[in-house]
């Protein structure tokens, strides 16, 4: 399989290239070359198979030429290590839940795939890889226990000071071994710039083997295709397949932009929410077909502050830039951090399901838009006890208990380096690591 850049003015790389460069030269990302349709008796027979079996055979379309089949399965088996199931709500409404892996929250399944895949191209490469990661919240937490400990490997986590949950921060600032975290004085764009702008950097290039492990990089965004299937699979096997609609929680829209390669491959999805918080660029587009990035705003689904989403690239690829036909697929919704805060307690309220904020605007969107014979599905994408200052408050104090596996962060130290968010102080601590 080859990969083509979004801004189509260099030649095209391998699968290996891809993850490796994480972001093409000419500033765009990478696309394969072809989305190949799953056989019909793939979907007539998914009930019938595991989570791991049906995310095998996604894979295969889109990493089979280069993996062996009998590796990628192996990287697949290790991704999907935890349990992964779907819980009812309210009548015809799901959240489907991957929050299972080590840091609770969605974005594992990805960042485990790309450390193993990552780890057999290495193979016995001797020279360090540098993966640089951008975080306004979840992913970092997710990359750096994803790639905590693979031999070859440094992470680095840039995050925006003070704007993620003390936990969310506890999860990648207390590992240590191959995990470094700076702490930039900014927002998650300026972090995000901060990483484009490294791969842009010759003299770096040069210094260094650099890539990135956020959505970004094909080897991270394309697995979160994985649980679309698998909700698909659950929901047939329940006999609500049909009109499906699934509403997605969209700060950096990796998690949509792999949806909509799943409806692309096949699967039966009748129209996919765009669900956001009040850094609403897209949004606005999908209201007006003009896209107007702008710096992101704080709100309390922190990891949806995004002013300038980078997949929207992918999106607009997809579709041949088609305002029209982006459309038909995707709806938009955006809701103030009032709302947010006013679904988690009348979800609570009514089914004693704790939302975490992200996940409430996804929920809030089915309660608002789900039509008559619909399926909706809304993506929750990590544990509420992630932002227990939020979220205890309105659900009341001692209904929401905090996981284990997260206490265990919580009493960590943390250490983190300052980062101003100027280029060139970033430039100057890479070149002196």
């Not at 990493?63 to 062996?68: E, S």
């Not at 193993?116 to 975080?135: Q, S």
């Not at 003390?166 to 071994?177: N, S, V």
Request: with cysteine.
């Amino acid at each position: 399989m080859q990969f083509y850049s979004t801004n189509k003015s260099v030649p095209n790389v391998s699968l290996k290239q891809a993850v490796l460069k994480g972001l093409a030269d000419d500033k765009g990302l990478y696309m394969p070359e072809r989305i190949e349709s799953m056989p019909s008796d793939f979907f007539d027979n998914i009930s019938n198979l595991t989570f791991s079996e049906t995310a095998l055979a996604v894979a295969g379309k889109f990493f089979g030429d280069d993996v062996p089949a009998d590796k990628l399965k192996t990287i697949i088996d290790q991704t999907l290590s935890f349990e992964c199931p779907v819980h009812e709500v309210r009548p015809n409404i799901s959240s489907l839940e991957l929050f299972h892996g080590p840091t609770l929250a969605f974005k594992d399944v990805g960042a485990r795939f790309m450390a193993r895949l990552l780890e057999y191209f290495l193979g016995n490469n001797d020279k360090e890889v540098n993966v640089l990661v951008a975080t306004s919240g979840d992913t970092g937490s997710a990359v750096a226990n994803g790639f905590l400990g693979v031999p070859g490997i440094h992470v680095y986590v840039l995050y925006p000071k003070g704007k993620v949950s003390e936990i969310q921060e506890k999860q990648f600032t207390t590992l240590g071994q191959n995990i470094t975290a700076l702490e930039v004085d900014g927002n998650f764009d300026d972090c995000q710039r901060l990483v484009k702008s490294s791969f842009m950097d010759k003299q770096l290039q040069s210094h260094m083997v650099l890539t990135s492990a956020n959505s970004i990089n094909v080897a991270r965004f394309l697995p979160q295709s994985f649980y679309y299937f698998d909700a698909y699979r659950q929901l047939k096997k329940a006999g609500l397949d049909k009109n499906l609609v699934f509403s997605v929680p969209s700060g950096n829209f990796g998690n949509l932009t792999a949806g909509l390669f799943a409806k692309r491959m096949g699967l039966p999805v009748k129209r996919f929410i765009a669900a956001n918080n009040e850094n609403d660029v897209v949004y606005e587009y999908l209201q007006t077909g003009k896209y107007n990035p702008r710096p992101s705003v704080q709100t309390i689904a922190n990891a949806m502050d995004v002013g300038d989403p980078s997949n929207f690239a992918r999106i607009l690829d997809l579709y041949d830039h088609s305002w029209k036909n982006i459309c038909a697929d995707i709806s938009g919704v955006r809701y103030s951090d009032d709302e947010i805060r006013a679904t988690i307690k009348d979800v609570y309220s009514k089914d004693k399901y704790v939302l975490d904020p992200h996940g409430a605007t996804g929920c809030k969107a089915l309660i608002d838009g789900l039509n008559p014979g619909e399926t909706g599905v809304f993506l929750e994408t990590a544990h509420p006890a992630k932002f227990m200052t939020t979220v205890e408050p309105i659900v009341g104090k001692g209904n929401l208990s905090v996981p284990v596996r997260l206490a265990k962060f919580m009493a960590g130290e943390k250490v983190s380096v300052p980062l101003s968010k100027e280029f060139k102080d970033f430039k100057e601590f890479l070149n002196s690591h």
